[in-house]
């Protein structure tokens, strides 16, 4: 970097684009933001210059470059007014954000801005740097300090009374509730959130999320079919500005059809209008799931879970309900193999779905104790006998129904001759 400072003008900044290489462009911005000038055009001049800088910064992904460059603003952000250091600093930490595998220096980044801010009495923006380090904290799985933070964070917010702020932070505190599977406390702090929103209005992409986490919740109640209209506003919001998460969302309705037994609807959901836009690994993942329940298939399921691992396993909300449906497709399964016989081995059952005995042995006696199908289990002889379903005979319900009324007369009756008694 050169000692010399260049002018802070317009022309300056075309300088700085025209360079042949990203790092001269990054070399004569900096030159520029040495210019001691604090005229209106020269700050406006500056900030022009921030801008493109965090960006060159960011294309490079030198994330050390950027929080140097936020230390080195600070005497800038003492001539200019609070609302624009905020959106300067907002700015540049968003800028790191954008490059791969900066988690810790963001948290590093929010700690020290933290503490700059507070040492300034720039309440506004310490308390959205707090919000962005509980976030980064979650992300990290730092669960104990992320609620700390927000728990002090909370209330102060609630008194100055920010109801935008407030909306963030208590949608922050749900999804942390959440991964801590602490579920009442997520969806107090949803229902938080939500009134806040109520009161105010709402940008549509804070609007889909709150819609996203209330699906979500739905969802782990196993309200399926509450979830996916939940999950269907969410992804209206989301395809109608273009964010990343309607994916997410479109693929969480899929998952609520699986669950309520409706995998033939997925199919036609993706190849919709709306679906066609997303067609991808995400929702070829659910469309294989889909099949393998059709199908009722264990070996499809297990192939999808297998060739689909990064967008079914490790995606935290689809991989809660996956045990759920296994088990629902392992019931499937075997009532389709019991389904032409009255007495079976155990083993050949097992040798059937390609499990161990012990497995399938435990699975059928918690069938039958849950009435999914009639029968016992003859342990002695190793064999499953199946009864046929059971008719209900009429008789008993009217006889019931008989002796109750009765008893009302008799009951009647009584009432009436203690009166004429008296």
């Known amino acids: 970097m050169s000692s010399s400072y260049l002018p802070a003008t317009n022309d300056s900044i075309a300088q700085a684009l025209e360079a042949k290489t990203p790092s001269e462009s990054i070399s004569i911005l900096y030159r520029i933001l040495e210019n001691p000038s604090s005229s209106p055009e020269a700050l406006r001049v500056k900030e022009q210059v921030i801008s493109n800088l965090s960006d060159l910064l960011t294309q490079e992904k030198k994330g050390e470059e950027l929080r140097s460059l936020l230390t080195q603003l600070r005497p800038f952000f003492s001539v200019i007014p609070k609302a624009k250091t905020a959106k300067i600093v907002r700015g540049i930490i968003d ?39 509980a976030a980064l904290l979650m992300e990290s799985k730092e669960y104990s300090e ?34 801590l599977r602490n579920l ?9 959130a939500r009134t806040a929103a109520n009161a105010i209005y709402v940008p549509p992409a804070q609007q889909g999320t709150i819609d996203l986490q209330s699906g979500i919740l739905h969802a782990e109640e196993k309200d399926y079919k509450t979830a996916y209209s939940y999950f269907f506003e969410a992804f209206e919001a989301f395809n109608a500005l273009e964010d990343p998460r309607a994916v997410y969302s479109l ?15 997925v199919a036609g959901i993706i190849s919709s209008k709306s679906g066609l836009q997303y067609v991808g690994p995400e929702l070829d993942a659910m469309k294989a799931v889909a ?33 759920t449906l296994y088990d629902t497709l392992l019931e499937q399964n075997l009532c389709r193999l019991i389904e ?58 009217a006889t019931l129904e008989t002796i109750s009324n009765i008893g009302k007369v ?13």
């Open 95 to 133: 800028a790191v954000a954008k490059i791969p595998n900066t988690s810790d220096l963001q948290i590093s980044l929010c700690k020290e801005m933290v503490l700059w801010t507070r040492a300034e009495k720039r309440t506004f923006l310490r308390q959205r740097v707090e919000a962005r380090l």
């Open 146 to 179: 992320a609620l700390t933070l927000l728990s002090s964070l909370v209330k102060e917010v609630r008194r100055l009374d920010d109801k935008l702020l407030l909306v963030d932070i208590d949608l922050l505190e749900s999804k942390l509730h959440f991964s």
């Open 184 to 192: 009442p406390k997520a969806k107090a702090a949803l229902t938080a």
């Open 251 to 265: 693929k969480y309705m899929l998952l609520c059809k699986i669950m309520v037994s409706q995998a033939d609807d």
């Open 291 to 323: 099949d393998a329940h059709s199908k009722r298939s264990l070996k499809l399921f297990e192939s999808a879970l297998r060739d689909y691992k990064a967008q079914l396993d490790e995606d935290p909300i689809v991989h809660r309900h996956l045990s």
């Open 340 to 397: 032409p016989f009255s007495r079976v081995e155990i083993a050949h059952v097992a040798n059937l779905i390609e499990l161990p005995v012990s497995h399938v042995e435990k699975k059928l006696s918690q069938m039958i104790l849950d009435k999914k199908f009639a029968g016992t289990l003859d342990q002695g002889a190793g064999c499953l006998i199946i009864f046929d379903d059971p008719k209900t005979d009429a008789i008993f319900p």
């Open 410 to 422: 008799v009951d009647s009756l009584y009432t009436r001759s203690a009166k004429i008694m008296a």
